[in-house]
């Protein structure tokens, strides 16, 4: 591994611009790829359709011959011939349909699967810049709804357009074969059906475009509001939220019924004109029957063959409204699969088989996709197994720090380094597994303790896992739950106190066993117990690694090698406790205050202290 990459060049840190929806035939033409791996199945399918279509446009000759040759001719030796027939056609077409039906929607399944996580692989390589800039609800919604809506064009849609195509092309046939003029008469509405359509799937393809988004809107509201259930009946605000999710859900009403409107005031008129074609047969048909022109068996198949002509009209229509729906939930999907990532490996990116732990920061500029910069020129050295502190206001740049050196989002200008390679250079996946965080908000996943604890090396063995969790405090109270280690903790480990579920995350970078690791306030917001057992773990878990700190209590970072005070973004202070609080800066001001803030939280009357905007600390 080389020695340091690429200077000071200008990293550009930009944020995701919205696709622009793509044109239909764009569109359509992206989406089909997604069913080639399935063709062979499909096409089985399809073949199965083209007979299940023939068989039933059989009927129709067999009524007529029925009605014209064994009734009309009084052949009543080949009526079981005839019911034979039928029953065939009807056993035959049965088990077509089956055959169509189940491989089809094997195949929407496996399409629908394949998109599912080709998709949800894409949001994985995208960088935190792009779920700074989205919302967890519409991202869902994409994964899920958009998704069947394409399944739903790919299966049930070409299942209809061309049982509708076949269809319309055997009537026809079968009609000219028996009277071409009625035939022709036949084709009169088609070029008003033609243009009906047409004109319809232009309007209503921006209602369903719109559709989707306010679903996406909607979802996302849901999934917010479940997720801050406890805010929401802590400040009593559940009639607010319920008006606020009744206004979203009363916008996709809204919408669905003006496509709907489109939808069922279109269908009538194209039932209208179809009609028109249907009674104008009827009248000619009948006096050619009278001027002995056509056989009545004859005019029965032509109206039945009439009738299979103009349904699928109907079902074609159905078709362009799914294609529609399907093209508008498919622009969202590639509005997803065309955003590149902003963070990318390089093609000859190195490997990063050790880390010894020295984290340098070489003339770091950095800011946000929208946003003023929030590092200015940071130049920072932590050598293998010293302890960095990082101190400062909020919105002073500490979590911009520490999100770099894992390559959350890249630099603006200058370089990370670790162990003298810039982190541009590494493979990020590589690089992440040297590194574990610790952070102020717990995340513990749906499952057991062990679930949890194990993701942090997930071959690890039980013994493995009990060791850890007894370096983090843990193991003691876990040993007192009702299934011991796989008890399970609920979504977010809702069923564990804030220090359990810290001390779990301890045990769970413990295991992870990293060179270079991250709290980011770890000891905030737990009961000074639970402080006191998580001191004592983090204390273990630091022993001999590059640890990045950021604290919140001043009071537990006076042992670290390093402490670097930020003020909007640069470093104003760095050294030791005692030396920053001799230089009387910034630092020392901090450490006064909140040790003024702990006597007074110990005065019986605190309420007559005096303070003004300055003595309360922004940390």
């Known amino acids: 591994m080389g020695m340091r990459g690429g200077g000071g060049g200008r990293f550009r840190h930009m944020g995701n611009e919205k696709t622009k ?8 033409k992206r989406i089909l790829p997604w069913i080639t791996p399935y063709w062979p199945i499909m096409l089985i399918g399809f073949v199965c359709m083209m007979l299940t279509t023939f068989l039933g446009q059989q009927p129709p000759r067999i009524i007529a011959y029925t009605t014209d040759y064994v009734l009309g001719q009084k052949h009543a030796e080949d009526i079981p011939k005839v019911v034979f027939l039928f029953i065939g056609i009807y056993v035959a077409s049965s088990l ?27 949001f994985q390589k995208m960088s935190l810049t792009y779920y700074d800039n989205k919302q967890t609800g519409d991202l869902m919604s994409r994964m899920t709804g958009d998704v069947s809506e394409i399944e739903s064009l790919m299966v049930h849609g070409l299942d209809v357009l061309i049982m509708g195509i076949l269809g319309m092309v055997l009537a026809f046939y079968y009609m000219f074969h028996i009277q071409h003029t009625l035939a022709l008469l036949v084709l009169i509405p088609v070029p008003i059906l033609a243009l009906g359509i047409y004109f319809f799937s232009q309007k209503v393809r921006t209602i369903y475009r719109a559709i989707r988004d306010r679903v996406g809107d909607l979802n996302n509201k849901l999934q917010e509001n479940i997720s801050g259930i406890r805010v929401i009946k802590a400040f009593s605000r559940e009639e607010t939220e319920l008006t606020s999710v009744t206004t979203q859900s009363a916008n996709v009403r809204d919408m669905n019924i003006k496509g709907i409107r489109m939808w069922s005031s279109f269908g009538p008129m194209m039932g209208f004109v179809s009609n028109i074609g249907y009674l104008t047969v009827i009248g000619v048909g009948s006096n050619m029957v009278i001027n002995g022109q056509l056989m009545i068996g004859q005019l029965f198949a032509f109206l039945m063959f ?14 362009f409204d799914s294609i529609q729906r399907s093209l508008a939930a ?5 509005e997803v699969l065309d955003t590149p990532p902003d963070i990318n490996d390089a093609p000859d990116a190195l490997p990063v088989p050790s880390v010894k732990g020295k984290v340098e920061f070489w003339h770091v500029y950095f800011k946000y996709a929208t946003g003023e910069e929030v590092l200015h020129d940071v130049t920072v050295t932590a050598h293998p197994g010293e302890r960095i502190a990082l101190v400062g206001r909020s919105g002073a740049g500490k979590s911009s720090f520490i999100n ?10 200058g370089m990370v380094l670790i162990d003298g390679h810039d982190i541009r250079t590494l493979r990020q996946t590589e690089l992440r597994k040297h590194i574990a965080l610790v952070l102020q908000e717990t995340f513990l996943f749906n499952g057991s303790v062990a679930d949890n604890l194990r993701y942090g090396r997930l071959e690890a063995t039980d013994e493995e896992i009990i060791a850890a969790a007894v370096a983090g405090n843990a193991h003691e109270f876990i040993s007192t739950l009702p299934d ?23 045990a769970r970078a413990v295991l992870a066993n990293p060179r270079i690791l991250i709290l980011d ?21 630091m022993e001999g690694r590059t640890t990045f700190i950021i604290a919140h209590r001043l009071s537990t970072i006076r042992d670290a090698d390093t402490i670097l005070v930020l003020e909007d973004g640069c470093i104003i202070e760095r050294g030791k406790h005692d030396a920053l609080v001799d230089a009387e800066g910034r630092y020392a001001m901090m450490y006064r205050q909140q040790f003024w803030l702990d006597d007074l939280s110990d005065t019986p009357d605190n309420g007559n202290a005096v303070a003004d905007d300055d003595a309360i600390p922004t940390l």
Do not use: N
Request: net charge positive; no cysteine.
């Open 330 to 334: 498919g622009e969202r999907i590639l």
């Open 21 to 28: 929806p793509k044109a239909p035939l764009q569109s359509f």
């Open 521 to 541: 306030e770890a000891t905030s917001s737990v009961d000074s117990e639970s402080e006191f057992l998580i001191h004592q773990a983090l204390d273990r878990l």
């Open 484 to 506: 011991g280690y796989k008890t399970e903790i609920g979504e977010r480990g809702v069923k564990l106190s804030g220090g359990q579920r810290q001390r779990i995350a301890i």
């Open 306 to 319: 009439v009738g299979s002509f103009y349904s699928p009209v109907g079902s074609l229509f159905q078709f």
């Open 404 to 413: 770099l050196i894992p390559r959350f989002y890249d630099t603006l200008e």
């Open 96 to 122: 077509f349909g089956f055959l169509r039906t189940y491989l089809l929607h094997v195949a929407g399944q496996r399409m629908l699967h394949q998109l599912r996580t080709t998709l949800y692989s894409h």
